[in-house]
């Protein structure tokens, strides 16, 4: 599945999920569709894979809407972004530019390399076929990716990062 161009795996995360509707302004609970589809395996009722979520949300939406509207119900306009959704989205997509930086690669490898190309919660490796990921425990304001110490970054694979990132936000 992708989200915002890239792959994202076989699932997104309910944060991804939040982050669109809001971004879109759709009159859906993001918990809800989360629950539906993962009780689904994120498959369509043609039982074939979704593609992304842009187009999953947009969909469900669109159907929403749609049983609202044959119920006479008044249906809300989609609100555009806020000006600090747009600066929010500013960030992270910066944010993911400086993920692409040599420095930052570098930084990655030494920390693969120092928990042995090991996930730290599950104990999955590079041996087990799984996509690896250096998770920051803490982000800082005006900190870019590389200037943090060993003891703020740690190697997850990419489900566990995943759910690492819906059970709690780490900012500080």
Not at 110 to 124: A, K, L, P, V, Y
Not at 145 to 164: A, M, N, S
């Amino acid at each position: 599945m992708k989200y915002k161009g890239k792959e994202i795996g076989e699932k997104p995360t309910l944060q991804m999920i939040e982050e669109f509707i809001e971004e879109m302004g759709y009159d859906l609970d993001a918990k809800e569709v989360y629950k539906k589809y993962d009780n689904r395996n994120w498959m369509t009722k043609k039982h074939t894979p979704l593609v992304s979520v842009e187009s999953l949300l947009s969909s469900v939406n669109g159907i929403e809407m749609e049983k609202k509207r044959k119920k006479g119900i008044e249906v809300k306009k989609r609100v555009p972004k806020s000006d600090k959704a747009r600066q929010k989205q500013k960030e992270r997509s910066d944010y993911y530019e400086l993920l692409k930086d040599p420095r930052w690669q570098k930084r990655r490898l030494e920390i693969m390399q120092r928990d042995n190309f090991t996930c730290q919660m599950c104990g999955n490796g590079l041996t087990s076929g799984v996509t690896l990921n250096v998770h920051h425990y803490v982000y800082h304001k005006g900190y870019l990716p590389w200037e943090y110490q060993d003891k703020d970054l740690i190697t997850l694979c990419r489900d566990c990062h995943h759910k690492l990132h819906e059970d709690k936000p780490n900012k500080k």
